[in-house]
């Protein structure tokens, strides 16, 4: 963020102005010697004092270590930059700059000067007031203070008729101020009285707002510019875009007309990093995207039609909810829909086709946050349903990492801006769940009940202490997370840039093992289709369909009704063959002609009814030779 400001002075305020001339030498003070002084001056005997090697130091009263330099040749390119940086373009260099701060031995290189930098400042101090004596024990105090958060302060809508916080938007220099959208987002239920103000608070006076914002429609998004801090971009509840100049009051400088504006609410708008830090892009419900100048919002500069075949065809286009926007990549923005969709797209594509990408389908309702991770901006975070997901931008079928399904609807999250592993959700239950990856997956790390309404927005502050959750009852409350969640931890960065990696290459060879599953299935049932085909004189009919099914089902009934009589039949005849070895053991000596010709009749009937090929014919056989 460059930021510039200039300091203008009258030159009457700097005093006289001064005025040189020529003169001769003028005597303006003569003391003579007093002689009296030289008797009181004493003689000492002259003393050596042997000393050891030491630093060289130099002959000045500060008394600092003597510099020594020495010239050498570099090959310099202008300012230092790469070739494929132009200078002269902001935009190429902020990213560039952005770029390199985010590099692990730039950050290591900081570090190392910083300890130079701060011994050459010290060495001037005869008492070292920077000196910290306790620095052990706090950071043992520190990594033991269990996860917590408190409340700071309530924001609450002074209207009667309440609204819901759709939107929230941190002052980008302080933090000190934040601005806050308030808007109805529940169909057919606006109320004639609702207010349309939105208020930019002072964070140290919840009592009463600092400014207010008068759009001609509710607000339901809002914007802080980051170059410029007195200006702020609106999207409006018809679809209209709104800006602001603190400055100038609280009506709106420029507004987009209503034929040119979005057709749906704007649900969500953001800056776009360039020369003139004017430019912004916006998401709406009736499958648009729009690029303003918002120095002429008469139309938009460019736009994009959320056509999932990509011939930009308005009626089948996906609903926008969320936006994403990462200024180191300043070709790629996200999209997240209604229908559960996240739709990747590259503005500097030549035609409209080109510009969407590729699509990530992974929730069952609207995905109504989206955001990179600032620390590594090809892993993003989504939430739509009852579930948040982590996704990498190399798998598309699937998230590397996602939480169980929660009992409440979540509305928004966002990561820490200093914490990569990190991120806040906020649920329609009042409750802010805080998510540290590293620590565990399954549950998050501090769970806080902020209200009894639903909380539908959510915004962290630059320094990732402050949290601010809006919710439906028109209350934004701004909490303070300790230390612990708020201070990246040691080897945090490799810690997840590892774990990400895992997850990715998991997931790539799960989906690889499903790809070969779904094609062998598919060849197998190709080839079984044409085995049908060749032994049929061609494609069957409908009713033929029909007749064949039937036949199939009653051929199936006969064959269980077949096999239960067989069942029935063996058990009967298990039994009768109990009875007769029973009776041939018992009353062997007794039998008689009349027995034996009535135990011969009944083998003979049973060998008729069951058939000779069958194994209960065996068992009678055997029975009757040992009879």
Sequence with gaps: ??????????????????????????????????????????????????????????????????????????????????????????????????????????????????SVMEHCIRQNNAVDIYQEYFEKEEEVEESQEPPSAKTINIFRDPNEVKRTVTGLSWHPDCGRKLAAAYSCLDFQKTNKDMSLDSYIWDVENPNRPEMTLKPASPLVCLDYNPKDSHTLVGGSYNGQIAYW???????????????????????????????????????????????????????????????PGREGN????????????????????????????????????KTPSEKIVCTYDGHHGPVYALQRNPFFPKNFLTVGDWTARIWSEDIKESSIMWTKYQMSYLMDACWSPVRPSVFFTVKTDGVLDVWDVLFKQNEPT???????????????????????????????????????????????????????????????????????????????????????????DGEESPDQLIARAEKDFYSLVETELRRREDETQQVNASLLISVFFWISETFTSQINDTLTFFLSLIIFLFKKAMGSKNRIFMKLVKAEILF
């Excluded at 829909?337 to 590259?346: D, F, K, L, P, R």
């Excluded at 320094?463 to 601010?468: E, I, Q, S």
């Excluded at 230390?483 to 490799?494: D, V, Y």
Aim: charged share 30%; net charge neutral; hydrophobic share 35%.
């Design 446 to 536: 501090l769970r806080l009940k902020v209200c009894d309404k639903a909380l539908y927005s959510l915004r962290v502050q630059d320094n990732g202490r402050l949290v601010a959750c809006g919710s439906k009852q028109g209350e934004a409350t701004l909490l303070e997370i300790c230390s612990g969640l708020s201070t990246i931890q040691k080897n945090e960065k490799s810690l997840l840039a590892a774990m990400f990696e895992r997850e990715t290459k998991r997931e790539k060879i799960l989906e690889a093992r499903q790809r070969e599953i779904r094609l062998k299935e598919r060849s197998r049932s190709e080839q079984s289709r044409e085995e049908e085909a060749g032994r049929g």
């Design 245 to 307: 100049d603190t400055r100038r009051g609280s009506q709106p400088v420029e507004l987009s007309s209503l034929e040119q504006s979005h057709r749906d609410p704007v649900y969500k708008i953001i800056w776009l990093q360039s020369k003139t830090g004017t430019d912004a892009f916006s998401a709406s419900t009736d499958g648009q995207v729009l690029w303003w100048d918002v120095r002429k919002l008469n139309e938009p500069t460019e736009r994009l039609v959320l056509d």
């Design 314 to 349: 308005l009626d089948r286009a996906l609903g926008a909810i969320s936006l994403e926007f990462e200024p180191t990549m300043p070709t790629k923005f996200m999209v997240g829909t209604e229908q559960g969709v996240v739709v990747s797209c590259n503005r500097k594509a």
């Design 1 to 114: 963020m460059e930021i510039v400001h200039v300091y203008t002075k009258l030159r009457g305020e700097f005093g006289r102005q001064c005025l040189f001339s020529d003169r001769p030498a003028e005597l303006m003070v003569d003391i003579p010697a007093d002689p009296s002084l030289a008797l009181q001056f004493i003689q000492k005997t002259p003393r050596d004092q042997a000393l050891q090697a030491c630093r060289d130091m130099s002959e000045h009263q500060v008394n600092t270590e003597r510099f020594e330099s020495e010239s050498c040749g570099i090959n310099h390119v202008q300012g230092g930059w790469p070739k494929d940086v132009d200078p002269e373009e902001m935009e190429q260099t902020i990213r560039f700059r952005k770029k390199v701060e985010k590099d692990e031995s730039y950050v290591n290189s900081i570090l190392q000067l910083g």
